[in-house]
């Protein structure tokens, strides 16, 4: 089952850059997308969301883009920081109150000082 | 800011026992759920609470897996017989009544059968 996924598994960066990570779906009943943190021996941690009628949402260094019609979301962090290394989930969601998440496998970003 | 606890952080056990994980949910959520993740899997969804149901579970969670919500803030889930695959990080999570469907994710237990 792959409905969420998540192509890249690692990314590297100088800090002060740009991180770009990519995110791709294939259900279209999916309504809300999230992104969550995780670093070793924690949960994940939420990040941002946002709805399917959005095309961004932006809460301060982080901004995701959304475009419905290519299944295909994206998270920018700018500009990245050595404590922005820590895996990334993409996450969807059906429309009703409640509902699973289904994840996408992860992308790990290593910020070099 | 009010978390998710659960405990233990790690359960060893042998092949065929049972096991409880324990989590305190946050305390005005609603939903509640547990996923799990395989060592170098994706996080999986298992089962979702609301209401004092189950609300939705996955092909995983069979005959050998249970939820209870026994007081108005413990969120259990039980393995009756413990088998080789179940080892993996167990994630218990809630949520409000939120328009994304943002949860909020526990620590995990970390559950090793032998």
């Known amino acids: 089952d792959q409905q969420v996924k998540q192509n890249s598994p690692s990314l590297s960066v100088q800090e002060g850059r740009i991180s770009i990570l990519n995110c791709d779906y294939t259900n279209s009943m999916f309504d809300y997308f999230l992104w969550y943190k995780k670093y070793p021996a924690e949960g994940p941690t939420f990040l941002i969301s946002?709805?399917?009628?959005?095309d961004k949402n932006e809460d301060g260094r982080f901004t995701v883009f959304l475009n419905k019609s290519a299944k295909h979301l994206s998270l920018h962090i700018v500009p990245s920081q050595p404590g922005d290394s820590a895996v990334y989930f993409c996450a969807a969601s059906g429309q009703a109150a409640g509902n699973k998440l289904t994840f996408g496998g992860g992308t790990r970003v290593l910020v070099k000082p | 800011e009010p978390e998710v606890t659960q405990t233990p952080s790690h359960q060893v056990t042998q092949m065929g026992q049972e096991v409880i994980l324990h989590c305190v949910p946050i305390s005005n959520h609603l939903y509640f759920y547990w996923y799990r993740q395989i060592l170098g899997q994706k996080v999986e969804f298992l089962v979702s609470f609301y209401n004092n149901e189950i609300s939705e579970k996955s092909e995983i969670f069979d005959d050998q897996f249970s939820v209870e919500r026994p007081d108005g803030s413990n969120f259990t889930l039980k393995i009756r017989s413990t088998k080789l695959e179940d080892s993996a990080m167990y994630f218990c999570?809630?949520?409000?009544?939120?328009?994304?469907?943002?949860?909020?994710f526990g620590p995990g237990t970390r559950l090793t059968v032998l």
């Open positions: 999570a809630s949520m409000g009544q939120d328009l994304y469907n943002e949860q909020f």
């Open positions: 946002i709805s399917s009628i959005k």
